[in-house]
């Protein structure tokens, strides 16, 4: 148990590292950038996002908004209509049926990024709400050598326990996004609030090969185009922080945290065993705990190995969320520590073995 609780100490601490290399040179060009939204059936938020991206702190003669309308029954189509009166830089385009070999998103991301008028590629969802000052800060870090940028969205809900402990699991999950990013290991990232080049897709032939999974147009293209980045960021600005709304019912909440889950099997031997090892650590980690928690044996080993697991994980949350600005989500660390644990397996296996249901 302690060799397991050592390796993972010293695979979290790594990621804590990699946060705290993460250092970006300020480009001082203002760039021509394209925003592209894949939404589908969006008309209770778009508006919402649409109001947003209109107020960018940004010259409107630099940047283009495209909605790629993924077959929607709804007003999606109206709604941007209507907005295209106030902002004629947006764009519409109508998908009428899903391309075969472009499942989910991708066959809607793939004719927007072919439509994109500029190499600069900014990505977001349409229940997310950035800062006016977003396309700024993603102008800012994108120096010359850049060709990828990940930044952080944490979820928009009343302030509650559920709240807090929602938000830190999506906090470990961008921990782990800036860690890896600052290791040069690129391994994970969330399509809520990415950029990156148009030529850089183009070489890794952009969708081909990951185009028949309904997920992974995020992470599991990060992958693919892994070998064709010369640099990647993040950014820890709270202005280039993308809140996201979560969920409304317990069913798609289900379906969502199964399909971040399904896509275990496409990813990179290496990221294939860091996270097998993770779960298989969990489940051992778990008995060892209750089986010394029903006998009452709290021997100096094993406060030893509780410290290696939750001492590394609080210093990681700790340097990321210090960084973002969101330290008060701490303040339910330790009932955190309780619930992650059967959440991770029990979404690792739904997500492996089970089914979800895709976006209607």
């Not at 300020?26 to 008309?43: D, F, M, P, T, Y």
Request: charged share 20%; aromatic share 16%; proline share 3%.
């Amino acid at each position: 148990m302690i060799l397991l609780s050592s390796i993972y100490f010293l695979l979290i601490i790594a990621f804590t590292i990699g946060i705290l290399q993460i250092h970006h040179a300020k480009n001082k060009n203002i760039q021509n950038i394209s925003v592209i939204i894949a939404a589908r059936n969006e008309e209770k938020f778009l508006p919402g996002l649409l109001a947003k991206l209109i107020q960018q702190n940004y010259p409107v003669d630099k940047f283009e908004i495209i909605i790629a309308d993924d077959r929607s029954t709804d007003r999606t189509a109206k709604i941007v209509h209507d907005f295209q009166q106030k902002f004629p830089n947006i764009k519409y385009l109508h998908i009428e049926k899903e391309n075969p070999h472009l499942l989910g998103k991708k066959g809607a991301l793939q004719k927007a990024i072919e439509s994109a008028s500029n190499e600069i590629l900014a990505f977001t969802d349409a229940d997310c709400l950035p800062s006016k000052n977003w396309l700024r800060e993603i102008n800012l870090h994108f120096t010359k050598n850049i060709d990828y940028l990940a930044g952080y969205s944490p979820l928009l809900l009343s302030p509650s326990f559920f709240f807090y402990l929602k938000n830190l699991e999506r906090a470990s999950h961008f921990a782990v996004v800036a860690g890896s990013i600052g290791l040069g290991w690129l391994i994970t990232s969330s399509a809520r609030n990415i950029a990156y080049r148009k030529s850089v897709f183009q070489k890794s032939e952009g969708f081909s090969e990951i185009g028949h999974i309904r997920s992974g147009d995020d992470d599991l293209l990060l992958q693919k185009m892994a070998k064709n980045i010369r640099k990647a960021g993040f950014i820890f600005s709270k202005d280039a922080i993308v809140p996201s709304r979560d969920k409304e019912n317990k069913k798609e909440m289900l379906d969502l945290e199964s399909r971040r889950a399904s896509k275990w099997k496409y990813y990179p031997l290496s990221v294939q065993l860091m996270t097998l090892f993770i779960f298989l650590y969990y489940l051992i980690f778990a008995t060892y705990f209750l089986i010394h928690l029903f006998k009452l044996d709290f021997s100096s080993i094993f406060w030893l190995n509780l410290f290696l697991k939750i001492g590394s994980e609080f210093l990681l949350l700790m340097t990321f969320l210090s960084k973002t600005h969101k330290l008060r989500y701490l303040a339910f660390f330790p009932l955190a520590e309780l619930f992650y644990i059967p959440y991770f397996i029990f979404f690792g296996l739904k997500g492996t073995f089970g089914k979800y249901r895709w976006k209607n």
